[in-house]
């Protein structure tokens, strides 16, 4: 009996580490790029999102050997194929809303890095239009249906309406995953940066919001400052992000 035992335990011992591997392993989804939002079959409101952050952040997580599912958009710098990688592909916020609430469930934790727009195009129109208008809110019921706006007119007012925060819903969607964002202001003070970051992290009972300022990125420099409930930490590349990120996540309770 004791033989057998031992042996048992042998035999146990010898899958441990390959136990413990597998159970590591985390479920991560994450959201990169920047959404487009289409004026008409041409044109369109974007932003100057590239998607290299999301990028690295990805491969850094691939690496430790997590399972990674990639929101980005078809222009976004993209990892190379990997086995424990997928990728969905999204064009506008609303395209963005409709795959997370999908998806949002399966995953243990979200990095939303991706570039939102703010406002989606309703309507655009000559400035004539507008100025013999009684009551500027009849072209927010509009819709141009030419696949091409015409271009003849001088000036032209475009209507825009604001997109959903779609951070906002996502504990909606999962209360148990684990929330990192991103919040991105220009030219600020650090004080500022910081407390704008904290307030988002409260109002979206997020985890963890790293906050940057876009005059402190550049080709090989992006400071960020990790923004925890009673933690600040700061680093200055997107390797030491993505490093740091990795270093956060792991230490999560699942």
């Not at 599912?69 to 078809?74: G, M, N």
């Not at 424990?84 to 999204?90: A, D, M, Q, T, Y």
């Not at 916020?93 to 309703?122: C, F, G, R, W």
Request: glycine share 2%; hydrophobic share 45%.
């Amino acid at each position: 009996t004791i033989f057998f035992s031992f042996t048992k335990f042998l035999s146990l011992s010898f899958y441990l580490p390959f136990i413990f591997v597998y159970n590591s392993a985390m479920k991560i989804l994450v959201t990169s790029g920047g959404t487009s939002e289409a004026i008409d079959n041409v044109r369109s409101i974007t932003n100057h999102s590239t998607g290299r952050l999301g990028k690295i952040i990805t491969e850094t997580l691939l690496a430790a050997g997590h399972e990674v599912c990639l929101i980005t958009t078809k222009r976004a710098l993209k990892p190379e194929a990997h086995p424990n990688l997928s990728i969905r592909e999204i064009n506008n916020t609303n395209d963005l809303l409709v795959v997370m609430q999908e998806l949002v469930k399966e995953y243990q934790v979200l990095i939303h890095s991706m570039a939102v727009s703010d406002y989606t195009p309703v309507y655009i129109t000559g400035l004539e239009e507008v100025q013999a208008s009684p009551n500027l809110e009849e072209f927010l019921s509009k819709q141009n249906h030419q696949a091409k706006i015409s271009s003849t007119d001088e000036v032209q007012v475009l209507f825009l309406k604001k997109t959903p925060k779609i951070i906002s819903l996502v504990k909606e969607w999962n209360p148990a995953i684990h929330l990192i964002g991103f919040k991105l202001l220009v030219d600020v003070n650090e004080e500022h940066l910081v407390d704008i970051a904290r307030k988002s992290l409260i109002k979206n009972q997020a985890d963890l919001i790293i906050a940057n300022d876009l005059t402190q990125i550049s080709a090989n420099q992006h400071r960020a400052i990790f923004v925890e409930k009673d933690q600040l930490q700061t680093v200055q590349t997107k390797e030491e992000i993505a490093e740091l990120l990795l270093e956060k996540i792991q230490a999560y309770d699942f």
